[in-house]
């Protein structure tokens, strides 16, 4: 954790110097070139890796930053968290399970189209909480599609439906999505705490995304779909793989409640259950599995690290902290709720983590200033969550569910299949801002329970 | 010994506008199961055959990339045929030049047969003969056109002719 380092500095009254300048034009520039990926079609992982290199060099010339500095700034916690539990649903993604389980879904529907969406997503957003979204959606958009299709139903209300409870769930863990990981391990946050604060704000948004998925499509819902007649037979085809991947996530569940306790950071218990999974099933190709991570993602985050480490170290980042504490200070609760509308707006209109990451050093510098900042992590963490429906660039879930949908009108020479941006607009930002209300509410109704320090 | 000694010149071909249904006619009548798509220069723009064509049938959802190519499962569902026999007849009635593989894996006349088996084995059969630059189509070598020439070979090594080899 980066307090320590900051928290001797923050003390004296911080001015603006050269190294702040400068730090501060590279974290601008690689953010403006990450945001503009879709422009200048340059992978975001090569702007961010090309902007820690520039941070680092620009660092060493004005003394601010150098290398063994960019090493250390790194959040391996974060980074070995994404990386294991990647591993783990790689394992699990060809036994064919997850299709089992959807087909099951189905199957208990009974072809009624409401209650296959709301059983669908329920699912989805439980899965998210313990698997990253982008995973989940991978995994059952393609399900969903399928099924629509088998009931002769528009997998459209479902696909949308799906990938906005799986973002929201995902907002209930530590584990369940990008910034709470971040989040998580920057502020020392345990599971079981996350869990406490974000798990009934994350109910009743739920609750009111599937009623506001009522209203808008009601008129999909009408009449009921023709349920084909399913196989009973069909197996899930790797089973005992399968089953000790379930065994091995219900152990990493029981380390995660008690992480704590134990003294493990969350990625220990990550790197537990996959050591456990794939020693319990042999037949496991590790080179095989391993293929299948995202590297450039986890790439991705640690050249981010490091690009904002630059603003840390030149302590650009303590100085801009400084100069909003006393807003903070003045009223806790209006802060709390600017964060929470803020960080969904971000999140809705471009790439939320290099945000979280510049975001999350300032906060931990104004907790070194005396402020109670706790409240502004749930804002934060509920804020840039809920952003992420209102538009279809606002989460990659969206991303794929967009572009699966529109593979599907293409094939099917049916442009009424696809989910366009302005058909994601329409739908999802009405369920933002109706969830962003129902948060506020909740804020403001339980500030206290949110404004209470956590012990570490 | 070059591609083009291995190689046959009696090829059927399509045209990108002519439909699925006349393709698929043309491949019943000749008793094959691919055919070079070529525009009206005699020059490759595709290929279309029955794999194509069957991939064509699957669902959406098994082609998409992310979820490892053709990794789910279709025995959940029972008899989806006549859902599936619907799609082949949406399918008949397209273009073929909507439908055709457009990643193409040729080799050019004067490609060492060698190289022509491995790409053979790599690819499938049938391999386009094209001309450098143009894509013009030469020829195509098949399994049986590839095994052919290299029995052919084995008859010029017999009659102790190496250096026609």
Redesign the interface.
Not at chain 1, 228 to 231: L, V
Not at chain 2, 59 to 62: D, E, G, I, Q, R
Not at chain 2, 75 to 80: P, R
């Given at each position: 954790m980066e307090t320590d380092i900051l928290s001797t500095t923050a003390v004296a009254h911080l001015s603006f110097d050269v190294s702040m300048g400068v730090s501060a034009l590279v974290l601008f520039l690689t953010f403006l070139g990450i945001f503009t990926e879709g422009i200048h079609k340059v992978d975001r992982t090569k702007v961010a890796m090309f902007g820690a290199g520039a941070m680092i060099f620009s660092g060493q010339i004005f003394g601010f930053y150098d290398p063994e500095r960019a090493i250390e700034i790194v959040d391996w916690n974060v980074i070995l968290l994404l990386g294991g539990m990647m591993t783990i649903i790689a394992i699990m993604?060809?036994t064919?399970g997850f299709?089992?389980v959807a087909?099951w879904i189905a199957q208990k529907s009974g072809g009624r189209k409401f209650l296959l969406l709301v059983m669908m997503g329920v699912s989805v957003a439980l899965i998210s909480m313990l698997l990253d979204n982008v995973t989940t959606i991978?995994?059952f958009a393609?399900?969903i599609?399928?099924i629509c299709?088998?009931l002769g139903i528009s997998p459209i209300p479902s696909l949308l439906g799906s990938a906005i409870l799986s973002n929201t769930g995902g907002i209930a863990t530590l584990v369940g999505d990008p910034p709470n990981i971040m989040i998580g391990s920057a502020a020392g946050i345990t599971f079981n705490q996350f869990f406490i604060h974000m798990g009934g704000l994350v109910f009743a948004v739920c609750l009111a995304t599937i009623g506001v998925l009522y209203l808008l499509f009601r008129k999909e819902f009408k009449g009921r779909a023709v349920l084909?007649?399913?196989?009973d037979d069909?197996l899930i085809?790797d089973a005992r793989t399968w089953y000790f991947s379930l065994g091995a996530l219900a152990i990493m569940i029981v380390a995660f409640v008690s992480h704590h306790q134990l003294g493990w950071e969350a990625w220990v218990v990550a790197a537990l259950g996959l050591t456990i999974l794939l020693i319990a099933v042999p037949k496991i190709n590790l080179e095989h599995t391993l293929d299948k991570i995202e590297l450039a993602m986890l790439l991705f985050f640690m050249a981010l690290f490091i690009v904002v480490g630059g603003v840390q170290h030149s302590q650009f980042l303590t100085w801009v902290a400084q100069m909003l504490v006393p807003l903070v200070q003045e009223n806790m609760l209006v802060a709390c709720v600017v964060i929470l509308w803020l960080g969904a707006i971000v999140s809705a209109l471009i790439n939320n983590i290099p945000f979280m990451a510049a975001l999350i050093p300032m906060i931990q510098s104004m907790e070194a200033d005396g402020v109670n900042v706790t409240p502004l992590w749930w804002a934060l963490a509920a804020g840039v969550g809920l952003g992420g429906n209102g538009t279809h660039i606002g989460a990659s879930a969206n991303m794929?569910v967009l572009s699966?949908s529109e593979?599907?009108a293409k094939?099917?020479?049916n442009p009424a299949l696809a989910i366009t941006p302005g058909l994601w607009i329409r739908k999802g930002m009405p369920i933002m801002l109706a969830t962003l209300v129902v948060a506020s509410v909740i804020f403001v109704v339980f500030f206290n329970f949110f404004a209470t320090p956590l012990g570490k | 010994m070059p591609c083009i000694e291995a190689m046959t010149t009696e090829i059927v071909t399509v045209s990108p506008e002519q439909t699925v249904s006349e393709a698929v006619a043309l491949m019943d009548e000749h008793g094959i199961r691919a055919l070079p798509v070529v525009d009206a220069k005699n020059n490759l723009v595709g290929m279309f055959g029955f794999d194509p064509l069957l991939r064509?049938l699957l669902?959406?959802?098994?082609t998409?990339g992310?979820?490892?190519g053709l990794?789910?499962?279709l025995?959940?569902?029972?008899?989806?045929s006549s859902g599936v026999a619907q799609r082949l007849s949406?399918l008949m009635s397209r273009p073929v030049g909507e439908v055709m593989s457009r990643d193409l894996y040729t080799v050019h006349p004067e490609t060492p047969l060698w190289e022509g088996v491995r790409l053979l084995v790599k690819y499938g059969s049938p391999l386009p003969v094209v001309r450098t630059e143009s894509m013009f189509l030469a020829g195509i070598m098949t399994a049986q056109t590839a095994t052919r020439a290299f029995l052919h070979i084995l008859d010029l090594m017999a009659e102790g002719k190496r250096r026609e080899i």
């Open positions: 993604i060809p064919g299709q089992a087909f991978i995994i393609p399900l599609v399928l299709q088998a084909p007649e399913f196989s069909a085809s794929i699966l593979r599907l094939a099917e020479g | 064509g669902p959406v959802s098994l998409i992310e979820h490892d990794d789910l499962r025995d959940y569902v029972l008899h989806a949406r």
